[in-house]
């Protein structure tokens, strides 16, 4: 039987067609004073973390030969529009139009040091703040603890789903997926096709054949499925000119969505089998980027139903080989440009410009998380949107190119968790380890103590408990 109702544990309504399909709504005004609760722990915010490899092209003064800052901005304090543009010749000022949305952190170190495969594990300690158990970190290290997005999911999410784990990534069985845990040597696994990410959203996996080809073939639509509850919603005297608007838009980009996948089919096995078969371009970066942008599209829906509270989006494998292309050229691969040679350990022939190219890949980079944050700007809410109910992270395994070290990881946040976070600022956090990081953006979404607190402990128990002051609005 079809329903129009609410979730038991957000905001958000949906609609549930007698198929099984089921369609989250984004905020409706009409219905707010029926389902919206005082902000805190009960009304949880939304954390999406994304995730670049290989460090950023931040200065290296004791390097040889030394390198120039082409990541940060110049200047600590407030950010704004003029002056991101100003700093054109930095990586971030990509990111210029969402100034005012914007906690840039430096000053954030790993809380492990790192040896043997540093991208090992600076990958397997990103978002658990864990050391492995390995005397030498490998391709097979893994995380003695529970990763942050495993927390907030299992603690905020409803009736105790996972996270949302995507990678946009040909998987070629080194460091895959890096990032999220269940817990102690339990790496989860991520979704590399926003078709199938998609369709689980929607409830579409136990469709029955006739219709999910009809789908796939662009003669139906997910919103079919759902058509008479749509018009009994639309229909209601009481909803607003704004509500209908939300609607119109929400169901616009469900189907612009599914003709972009139809089109696509990404990462399918004829296209992997192509890619493969290409040889010197095992990792097309035009086809890593639409995924990529594909992926956030699905993340800005599933956002906005209230499918999740926690995203992880993996780019690259875990030292990210993929040869990404700038003005018209195709890079060499990026971990070959990380390590500034033509090879992936320390003999190979220097590569021409490869700070700038570096640089050019973090563009690359903050462009897709800008991605990001449109589209959840895009959403309206009670209190303005919904970037403002959460936290997206751009983060990074490794801090620099050559030597990458975990000093200054560079950490770029957007949307404030409803004020509780600082925005339109860059800080520096006094080299704190970056668990405090993570307790930081924990808290923000809404994750306490048993006894209410915030959270001040995540990650391993040797580790320095706190907050960082400076992210604190």
Same mark, same amino acid.
């Given at each position: 039987?079809?329903? $129009? =109702?609410?979730?038991?544990f ?15 709504l ?19 915010? $939304?954390?999406?973390f ?9 200065a ?6 030394a ?5 940060w ?19 971030? /000022? ?12 430096? +000053?954030?170190? +790993? ?22 158990g390995d005397? !030498? ?8 603890? !529970? /990763?942050?997005?495993?927390? @907030? ?6 009736? =105790?789903? +996972? ?19 269940r ?6 696994g ?20 006739g219709?999910a080809?009809? *789908? ?13 509850q ?19 838009? %929400? ?7 599914? @003709?972009?996948?139809? !089109?696509?089919?990404p990462?399918?096995? /004829?296209?992997?089998?192509? @890619? ?21 599209d ?17 780019i =690259? ?13 195709? $890079?060499p691969?990026?971990?070959?440009i990380?390590?500034? *040679? ?9 590569? &021409?410009?490869?700070? /700038? ?6 563009? *690359?980079?903050a462009?897709?998380f ?24 751009? *983060?990074n ?6 030597? %990458?070290s975990?000093?200054?990881? &560079?950490?770029?946040?957007? =949307?404030g ?14 080299d704190? &380890? ?18 209410? !607190? ?18 604190i609005?």
């Open positions: 039987m079809s329903s $129009f =109702g609410r979730h038991p957000t905001r958000r309504l949906f609609l549930t067609g007698a198929t099984g399909v089921t369609v989250g984004p905020f409706l005004e009409t219905f707010a004073s029926k389902v919206v609760r005082a902000a805190g722990p009960d009304d949880p915010g $939304f954390v999406v994304m995730r670049q490899g290989n460090g950023c092209s931040q290296m003064q004791y390097s040889n030969p390198e120039p800052e082409m990541f901005p110049r200047n600590l304090g407030a950010l704004t529009t003029a002056s991101m543009l100003a700093d054109s010749d930095r990586a971030t /000022s990509e990111l210029s139009a969402h100034a005012d949305k914007l906690l840039m952190v430096r +000053g954030v170190r +790993g809380a492990f040091s790192i040896s043997g495969c540093g991208h090992a594990r600076g990958a397997l300690q990103a978002l658990t703040a864990q050391p492995t005397a !030498e970190a490998s391709n097979n290290s893994l995380a003695l603890g !529970e /990763s942050l997005d495993n927390r @907030i999911a299992r603690e905020l999410n409803p009736d =105790g789903r +996972g996270p949302l784990t995507l990678a946009a990534m040909r998987p070629y069985n080194f460091l895959d997926s890096v990032l999220s845990y817990g102690p040597n339990d790496r989860r991520a979704q590399t096709n926003p078709k199938v990410a998609f369709d689980d959203i929607m409830g579409l996996v136990n469709l029955d054949e219709s080809n009809a *789908i796939a073939m662009r003669r139906q639509s997910v919103n079919d499925l759902v058509r008479n749509m018009q009994s919603l639309l229909s209601r005297s009481d909803l607003s000119s704004d509500d209908r608007n939300r609607l119109d838009s %929400h169901f616009s980009a469900i189907r612009d969505l599914e @003709i972009r996948l139809a !089109e696509c089919t990462l399918g096995a /004829s296209t992997v089998s192509s @890619i493969n078969a290409i040889d010197g371009d095992h990792q097309n970066g035009d086809r890593v980027v639409e995924v990529a942008e594909l992926h956030i699905v993340i800005a829906l599933a956002i906005s139903c209230g499918y999740t509270h926690a995203v992880t989006l993996q =690259g494998n875990g030292n990210d080989s993929t040869r990404y292309r700038w003005q018209g050229e195709q $890079f691969s990026y971990h070959w990380s390590h500034r *040679i033509f090879a992936d350990g320390s003999d190979g022939d220097p590569i &021409p410009d490869a700070q /700038s190219k570096h640089a050019a890949v973090d563009r *690359i980079h462009r897709l800008g991605r990001l944050l449109d589209r959840l700007s895009a959403y309206t809410t009670e209190t303005g949107t919904l970037l403002d109910k959460g936290v997206c992270a751009w *983060i395994d490794l801090s620099n190119g050559p030597p %990458h975990i000093n200054n990881l &560079p950490y770029i946040l957007a =949307g968790a409803d004020g509780y976070l600082r925005t339109g600022t860059y800080v520096d956090a006094g704190a &380890p970056h668990n405090k990081l993570l307790n930081t953006v924990a808290t923000a979404v809404g994750l306490r103590k048993s006894g209410g !607190e915030p959270v001040d402990d995540f990650g391993h128990a040797s580790l320095e408990r706190g907050l960082i002051d400076e992210m609005a």
